[in-house]
């Protein structure tokens, strides 16, 4: 589980930061929270798979 976790985090980061590069602010808060909240309920739920 942690491992896919941090995978989809790492390539979000990377999605948001290119996203900065373009000064597509909003565009990347908005990816970093949806995977936030995403890895949080992932994580919450106890998802092993």
């Given at each position: ?15 948001a ?33």
């Amino acid at each position: 589980m942690y491992k896919e976790m941090y995978y989809r985090l790492f390539n979000t980061i990377t999605d948001a930061l290119e996203l900065m590069d373009r000064e597509r602010f909003q565009e990347a808060l908005d990816l970093l929270k949806s995977a936030q909240q995403a890895a949080e309920e992932r994580y919450l739920d106890g998802d092993e798979t």
